[in-house]
């Protein structure tokens, strides 16, 4: 069975910390792993990986995937308030038609 | 483009009553997904479609029926509700594609008493 676990499941940092997030995945015929950022409604995308050493950067945020360890990461420096949410992992497998998540990081920025 | 949007956004039904969540989108996206979200559990999948016409089950199936007759709508049918489909449902659409962008709703909360 396909799975993704997601760590640490929560953590308090204060503003203008970096905080990295955790994601491994068992995903079979794996193609894909993507980061959702989920504030207090729907989840919004942030990044897809699929291949291993490739940094992908959004500003502050930044992620990396390593294909042989079966793990990513979410870095975020210099963290705001506005950063406080759950962040979701998925891996995408097999026909590239199901996504399955992990049960997310709830992140909360203290000011 | 409105993206993916869904009715109602709140909704209390009492235990054995039927309902019907709605969702579309306009971005002629051929995937379209259903999932439910309990505290703590992440998006579990419940129903997915490949297209118009064609549904198949995800993870959490039991309990809801859906349908698929055309490119934009995918509802999501609860027959007889309990409480432990008490959650916040989340429908999403994505282009044919191995990667699997997934664009989500704004989700439907739904209290079953």
């Known amino acids: 069975e396909d799975k993704v676990v997601q760590s640490p499941l929560s953590l308090v940092v204060h503003e203008g910390d970096t905080v990295t997030l955790n994601c491994s995945y068992e995903v079979t015929n794996f193609r894909s792993l993507l980061w959702y950022k989920q504030e207090k409604k729907a989840p919004t995308f942030l990044f897809m990986l699929t291949s291993s050493g490739i940094e992908k950067k959004s500003g502050r945020l930044s992620s990396i995937l390593d294909k042989k360890e079966l793990f990513s990461i979410l870095n975020i420096t210099a963290t705001q308030t506005g950063d406080s949410a759950i962040y979701l992992c998925a891996g995408v497998g097999e026909y590239g038609n199901k996504l399955v998540f992990g049960a997310g990081t709830i992140l909360r920025v203290k000011s | ?113």
């Open chain 2, 1 to 113: 483009n409105a993206g993916v949007t869904q009715t109602p956004k709140f909704r209390i039904l009492k235990i054995g009553q039927s309902m019907t969540l709605q969702c579309a989108q306009d971005m002629n996206h051929n995937y379209m997904y259903w999932y439910r979200q309990d505290p703590g559990m992440g998006l579990k999948l419940i129903y997915y479609s490949v297209g118009a016409g064609i549904t198949d089950k995800g993870e959490v199936p039991n309990g809801y029926n859906v349908s698929r007759s055309t490119t934009e709508d995918f509802p999501l049918r609860l027959e007889l509700a309990a409480p432990s489909q008490t959650s916040v449902y989340f429908c999403a659409s994505s282009y044919r594609t191995l990667y699997n962008e997934q664009f989500f709703g704004p989700g439907t909360r739904l209290t079953v008493l």
